[in-house]
């Protein structure tokens, strides 16, 4: 079935650039960390999730790894499966197996990581529909045209 990529909606350019300069003008300064989510930033936070000091990683994957079938029963099965900063998607990969949804769709504001981790993903779920939206959803999640009226699990 492959996959399918599609971008969501945003905000304005010029009122995106506007809050940029409002941020690092304030003091202190500061700026959101979505606008480090480019090719670097995105392989930085994978490095800093595998350091040993970086617990929240490890922790999630022994609560996942103890209390998976659980989860997943809870969960139920043939969804549409909404995974949210999705990433790489292994995280979730993880899981498409054991809530077996009609639908898998990734959710990361990271073009180029999403797109290589469907096409990286696509060959091992032929059968499932994937589909990767990028899109800033800090300030709201837009998701028209991509779901339907089946039940979704936001993950």
Same mark, same amino acid.
């Given at each position: 079935?492959?996959?399918?990529?599609?971008?969501?909606?945003?905000?304005?350019?010029?009122?995106?650039?506007?809050?940029?300069?409002? %941020?690092?003008?304030?003091?202190?300064?500061? &700026? +959101?960390?979505?606008?480090?989510?480019?090719? @670097?930033?995105? !392989? $930085?936070?994978?490095?800093?999730?595998?350091?040993?000091?970086?617990?929240?990683?490890?922790?999630?994957?022994?609560?996942?790894?103890?209390?998976?079938?659980?989860?997943?029963?809870?969960?139920?099965?043939?969804?549409?499966?909404?995974?949210?900063?999705?990433?790489?998607?292994?995280?979730?990969?993880?899981?498409? %197996?054991?809530?077996?949804?009609?639908?898998? &769709? +990734?959710?990361?504001?990271?073009?180029?990581? @999403?797109?290589? !981790? $469907?096409?990286?993903?696509?060959?091992?779920?032929?059968?499932?529909?994937?589909?990767?939206?990028?899109?800033?959803?800090?300030?709201?999640?837009?998701?028209?045209?991509?779901?339907?009226?089946?039940?979704?699990?936001?993950?």
């Amino acid at each position: 079935m492959g996959y399918r990529i599609v971008h969501g909606h945003s905000e304005p350019e010029g009122s995106e650039r506007d809050q940029v300069v409002a %941020s690092l003008t304030e003091s202190p300064a500061r &700026i +959101a960390p979505k606008y480090f989510y480019d090719e @670097l930033g995105c !392989a $930085l936070y994978g490095a800093i999730c595998r350091l040993p000091e970086y617990y929240p990683t490890r922790t999630e994957l022994a609560l996942f790894s103890e209390y998976r079938a659980e989860i997943a029963e809870a969960a139920g099965s043939g969804c549409q499966f909404v995974d949210l900063g999705a990433g790489d998607c292994c995280k979730a990969e993880g899981w498409l %197996s054991f809530v077996n949804p009609c639908r898998y &769709i +990734a959710v990361d504001i990271a073009a180029p990581v @999403l797109e290589r !981790a $469907l096409a990286r993903m696509a060959p091992d779920f032929v059968d499932l529909e994937m589909v990767g939206v990028v899109t800033d959803f800090s300030r709201r999640l837009v998701l028209d045209g991509v779901l339907d009226m089946r039940p979704v699990t936001f993950f």
